[in-house]
């Protein structure tokens, strides 16, 4: 079996290194580590850590389910739970040891770098715009009402989502998923 590029090696160890220590908590070195690679070839393939950052965050928002969500052949709103649970259940199968790197590159480094904030805002406004789409083909459906605008819910259930992922893990503890699933599922999308 061939073995994989090094630099799809670096990006897979980024991933895991930035989601589990944060942007200012993995080092190159911790990086080129996790990759068994040495530190000097980094930067053959990176011009710096701030762009493997921006390559790392691409690829983790690749894995987060987002076709699924417009996906016509499944109700909407149960395209819309499901997503959220496969997040709850990744969340519960970590243990709570890690949040969303999204929203760990929000807020560890997107006030201090222009090109990851633009990063991170893209990675938002994708996420956003699924849900989107899925509660938009809900509401056409009459499956939630007319006051319920697309863009605006889905904007509040990523912000709910986020703030939902930091009491999880603040408190080790699952109880914070249930509020967000009973008023998301049983009030505002009813």
Same mark, same amino acid.
């Given at each position: 079996?061939?073995?994989?590029g090094?630099?799809?090696?670096?990006?897979?160890a980024?991933? !895991?290194?930035?989601? =589990?220590?944060?942007?200012n908590?993995a080092?190159v070195?911790?990086? =080129?580590?996790?990759?068994g690679?040495?530190k000097?070839s980094?930067?053959?393939?990176?011009?710096?850590?701030?762009?493997l950052a921006?390559?790392?965050?691409?690829?983790?928002?690749?894995g987060?389910? !987002?076709?699924?969500? =417009?996906?016509p @052949?499944?109700?909407? !709103?149960?395209?819309?739970?499901?997503?959220?649970?496969?997040?709850?259940?990744?969340?519960?199968?970590?243990?709570?040891?890690?949040?969303? !790197?999204?929203? =760990?590159?929000?807020?560890?480094i997107?006030?201090?770098s222009?090109?990851?904030?633009?990063?991170?805002?893209? @990675?938002?406004?994708?996420? @956003?715009?699924?849900?989107? +789409?899925?509660?938009?083909?809900?509401?056409?459906a009459g499956?939630?009402?007319?006051?319920?605008?697309?863009a +605006? +819910?889905?904007?509040?259930?990523?912000?709910a989502?986020e703030?939902t992922?930091?009491?999880?893990?603040?408190?080790?503890?699952?109880k914070?998923f +249930?509020?967000f699933?009973d008023l998301?599922?049983?009030?505002?999308?009813?």
């Amino acid at each position: 079996m061939a073995r994989r590029g090094l630099r799809e090696e670096l990006v897979e160890a980024a991933v !895991l290194q930035f989601h =589990t220590y944060g942007y200012n908590g993995a080092g190159v070195k911790d990086i =080129t580590d996790a990759a068994g690679a040495p530190k000097g070839s980094f930067y053959n393939h990176f011009p710096s850590k701030e762009a493997l950052a921006v390559v790392a965050l691409e690829r983790y928002g690749a894995g987060r389910g !987002l076709e699924a969500l =417009t996906d016509p @052949s499944v109700d909407p !709103l149960l395209r819309l739970r499901q997503h959220f649970e496969f997040h709850r259940d990744e969340h519960l199968d970590l243990g709570f040891s890690r949040g969303c !790197l999204i929203g =760990t590159f929000a807020t560890d480094i997107a006030d201090h770098s222009d090109t990851l904030r633009e990063a991170v805002r893209v @990675s938002l406004e994708r996420w @956003s715009d699924a849900l989107a +789409t899925a509660i938009g083909q809900a509401r056409e459906a009459g499956l939630v009402g007319e006051a319920v605008e697309p863009a +605006t +819910t889905a904007r509040f259930l990523l912000n709910a989502w986020e703030g939902t992922l930091i009491s999880a893990r603040t408190d080790r503890s699952a109880k914070a998923f +249930t509020p967000f699933f009973d008023l998301v599922f049983g009030v505002l999308l009813r």
